[in-house]
């Protein structure tokens, strides 16, 4: 027996109504790529807040580690935080499926219900639904994108397991919305994250659709034009040589905190962390702020961080988070030492 596949449906608050002429076409205009809704935007550079109401480290992890897909080709971070009122709040209800709500639609809702679930993680699900989170419909809602539905198998397939939705909810989520596209199906991204599998038996003409587990070309360089430029980093911050401990925190779970230092001779050197929080330390370089050379967790005092190394001269950053991504943080010092031992 064929099984139906898994599949997300879209969130849309009461009264509002989805028209095409919301949607924004593609880089050059045009309309056949992904799309978003724009006034549904977050501002360009924001940071937008992840709380889970839930979940194991493992599935958190998961989730916070797709959505950077999208900070890496967009203007937009994410940090995981314990703030009640954060822009996106993550339920792993299993027996919910997965879905969000679109972009700034996320703010309407009350700050102790979900505006994510993530009931399964399956591939890039939950890429997908930060794309929704971010702004981003259905590669199938684009306007200039059609599918011809062969709505018996449709509605046969979802209304069984492990969707079991009514013939009511099957007309909205899947066929009404789309039942406007009148423009062939090569029109699609075939590739975008934004496109969820269905079988060729959907479809009048035969031809269906595959999972993408990964972002496509075509999503990355659409969001790098929704919004444009590069997130500007935090820091880093100047340590001295032998000079006096420098205090920090990590002020929200998540937080990473970047240092640079001189060695003005080639030499050892001794960088470490002090207080009660339990930091985790990456010291990268020379002269190269991504070549990571050494990482510590716990080497030094209790559960600080120290790490050792006989370094080039050069210029030098290190990196400071909590052990726990997730609901670490805390005060913190540190410093850096030229030993002669
Ligand atoms: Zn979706």
């Avoid at 230092?261 to 702020?289: C, Q, S, W």
Wanted: a negative charge.
């Amino acid at each position: 027996m064929l099984t139906a596949p898994k599949l997300c449906f879209d969130r849309y608050i009461p009264d509002d109504h989805l028209s095409p002429a919301l949607s924004l076409g593609g880089p050059s205009g045009d309309p056949s790529r992904a799309i978003v809704l724009f006034r549904k935007l977050w501002p360009n550079g924001s940071t937008l807040r992840v709380r889970f109401l839930e979940g194991t480290s493992a599935q958190q992890q998961l989730a916070m580690q797709q959505a950077r897909w999208w900070s890496e080709v967009a203007n937009l971070r994410f940090v995981t935080t314990d703030a009640t009122d954060a822009e996106i709040r993550v339920a792993f209800d299993p027996n919910d499926g997965a879905w969000s709500y679109i972009g700034t639609d996320c703010r309407s809702i009350p700050t102790n219900e979900p505006t994510m679930n993530l009931g399964f993680q399956d591939g890039g699900t939950s890429a997908h639904e930060f794309g929704h989170a971010i702004g981003m419909a259905h590669e199938h809602q684009n306007p200039a994108g059609g599918i011809s539905w062969n709505e018996p198998e449709v509605i046969r397939d979802l209304s069984g397991p492990p969707n079991r939705w009514t013939v009511d909810q099957i007309r909205h989520n899947v066929i009404e919305k789309y039942s406007q596209d009148q423009i062939h199906g090569t029109a699609f991204d075939p590739d975008s994250i934004m496109l969820y599998a269905f079988p060729s038996r959907w479809t009048t003409n035969g031809i269906g659709t595959h999972a993408n587990d990964v972002l496509s070309t075509l999503d990355k360089s659409f969001m790098a034009t929704v919004y444009p430029g590069t997130p500007v980093p935090i820091g880093p911050i100047g340590l001295t040589v032998n000079g006096p401990e420098v205090e920090d925190q990590i002020g929200v779970p998540g937080e990473e905190d970047v240092f640079a230092f001189t060695a003005a001779e080639a030499g050892r050197y001794i960088i470490e962390t002090a207080g009660k929080t339990d930091v985790v330390m990456k010291l990268y370089g020379p002269n190269n702020p991504t070549q990571l050379i050494a990482e510590d967790d716990d080497g030094g005092v209790g559960t600080n961080s120290r790490i050792v190394r006989s370094l080039l001269k050069g210029e030098y950053r290190v990196q400071i988070r909590h052990y726990s991504r997730a609901t670490g943080k805390g005060p913190y010092r540190i410093s850096v030492k030229r030993t002669s031992v």
